[in-house]
C-alpha cells in the first residue's frame, strides 16, 4: 500500500528543534555556565506551555469538564501557541475522535495499535487523515468560543511571537539573549512536546489498568509526573467528563489543583465530578473480572461476595444522597441529619473491611 505524503513542516519543526536544543544546550552550557534566570525561564514556560495543554486543550476544550473565565481561556491560548501542537480547535478535534476511536487501527489518530513511534510522534509527519484538516464538525460547540476562533486563525504568528519573540524579550531582559533563546526556547519545546506525546505512547502502552481493560490506556504515576497530572490515563478514557485525571487525593495531578485553585477564585465554575460510587464499582467489576479470567471457578465460590458489594456500593450511594439532601432541607431537625451521617459512615466502614478481604480472599485464591 502507498503511503500518504510527508508533512514537510512538521518534520523539518521537530527535526529542527531537536538538534538545536540537543547540540545548543550542552554548548551553551559548557562556554557559558547556566545562570537560575535561565532555570526559571524554563521552568516557568515549560509549565504554561504544559498546563495551557492539559487543564486548557484537554479538560477544558476537548471534554468541557469546567468552565472558564475568559481571562483564563486567554492565557491557555497563548500558553497552547507556546506548546507548538496547532490550535485548540484542531487539538480538540484529533482529541475527540481519539476517544470516540480509542485504539482502532485508522480512525484513532494517533492508535497505539499501530506502535509506539506512530502514537508518539510518526502520525504528525504524514498525511494519515487529510480529511481532518477541514473537518471540524466534532468541534462546533468550540467554534462559539471566540478566543478558540481568534487561536485558530492567528495560530502561527502567535507561535512566532510566544516561540522567539517571548525567549527574545525575556533574553533581552535578563541579559543573555542566546540563553533564553536555546534553553527558554528549544529546549522547552522539544522537552514539552515530547513529554505531552508520552500520553499518546507511553500512557497507552506502561502501566496499570485498576478501572478497565476495554481500551489500552494506563494508569502511571511516572508519566504523571511528567506531564502535569495526565498520567492517569486509565482513569481518564473511561470517566473524561471528570476534570480530574489523578482522582485520589494524593495523587500528583497539578491540572487539578490549578482548576481548583481557578475556582477557589471564581474563574472556573462548574467543575464535574464522576459519582464517587461509580468510580469504586469500576475498580471492584475490574478487580473481579481479572480473577475470573485468572481462574476457573471463581464465579461459583466467589459470586456471593462480589454481588454483595455491589449492593452495598449501591445503599452507599443512596445514603450518600439522603444524607445530602437532609443537610440540605432540615435545618432545624439536626437529629436526622446526624443520624443520616452515622448510617453512611457506617455503611462505608463496613464496605471497606469487606472490600479488603474479598481481595485478600481473591489474591489468596489466585496463589
Ligand atoms: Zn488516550
Ligand atoms: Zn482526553
Same mark, same amino acid.
Given at each position: ?158 507561535? &512566532? ?30 522537552? $514539552? ?15 496499570? %489498568? ?52 481557578? $475556582?477557589?477564585?471564581?474563574? @472556573?465554575?462548574? &467543575? ?36 454483595? &458489594? ?9 445514603? %450518600?444522597?439522603?444524607?445530602?439532601? @437532609? ?7 439536626? @437529629? ?32
Amino acid at each position: 500500500m502507498k503511503k500518504p505524503p510527508l508533512l514537510w513542516l512538521n518534520i523539518l519543526v521537530f527535526s529542527i528543534t531537536f538538534a538545536v536544543a540537543a547540540i545548543g544546550t550542552p554548548l551553551y552550557i559548557y562556554f557559558n555556565g547556566l545562570s537560575s534566570a535561565l532555570v526559571i525561564t524554563l521552568i516557568a514556560l515549560f509549565s504554561w506551555a504544559g498546563l495551557s495543554i492539559t487543564a486548557g486543550y484537554h479538560r477544558l476544550w476537548s471534554h468541557k469538564t469546567y468552565d472558564a473565565h475568559p481571562v483564563v481561556r486567554f492565557v491557555y491560548a497563548l500558553g497552547g501557541a507556546l506548546a507548538l501542537q496547532n490550535s485548540v480547535l484542531h487539538w480538540a478535534s484529533d482529541h475527540r475522535e481519539h476517544h470516540k476511536h480509542v485504539d482502532h487501527l485508522d480512525n484513532d489518530p494517533y492508535s497505539i495499535s499501530r506502535g509506539f513511534w506512530f502514537a508518539h510522534i510518526g502520525w504528525m509527519l504524514r498525511e494519515y487523515q487529510e480529511q481532518r484538516y477541514e473537518d471540524y464538525s466534532n468541534v462546533k460547540d468550540l467554534q462559539k468560543d471566540p478566543i478558540v476562533m481568534w487561536q485558530h486563525k492567528h495560530y502561527l504568528t502567535l507561535t &512566532l511571537l510566544m516561540n522567539i519573540g517571548l525567549p527574545l524579550l525575556i533574553g533581552l531582559m535578563v541579559g543573555e539573549v542566546l540563553g533564553a533563546l536555546i534553553i527558554g526556547g528549544f529546549l522547552r519545546l522539544v522537552l $514539552s512536546h515530547h513529554t505531552t506525546f508520552f500520553i499518546n505512547s507511553l500512557a497507552h502502552m506502561w502501566g496499570k %489498568r485498576p478501572y478497565t481493560e476495554r481500551n489500552t490506556a494506563r494508569d502511571n504515576g511516572i508519566l504523571a509526573l511528567l506531564t502535569f497530572g495526565e498520567g492517569y490515563h486509565n482513569f481518564h478514557h473511561i470517566f473524561a467528563g471528570d476534570y480530574r485525571n489523578g482522582v485520589r487525593w494524593y495523587q500528583y495531578d497539578p491540572s487539578k489543583w490549578l482548576i481548583g485553585l481557578l $475556582s477557589w477564585f471564581g474563574l @472556573a465554575t462548574n &467543575l464535574k465530578r464522576v459519582n464517587k460510587f461509580q468510580i469504586e464499582k469500576a475498580r471492584l467489576d475490574m478487580m473481579w473480572q481479572r480473577a475470573q479470567n485468572k481462574k476457573a471457578g471463581f464465579v461459583e465460590r466467589f459470586e456471593r461476595e462480589y454481588q454483595h &458489594l455491589t449492593q452495598q456500593l449501591k445503599e452507599l450511594n443512596v445514603k %450518600r444522597k439522603a444524607w445530602a439532601q @437532609a443537610k440540605k432541607e432540615a435545618i432545624e431537625d439536626m @437529629a436526622q441529619v446526624r443520624e443520616l451521617r452515622a448510617q453512611y459512615k457506617s455503611l462505608k466502614r463496613s464496605f471497606r473491611q469487606q472490600k479488603r478481604l474479598f481481595r485478600r480472599q481473591l489474591q489468596i485464591a489466585l496463589a
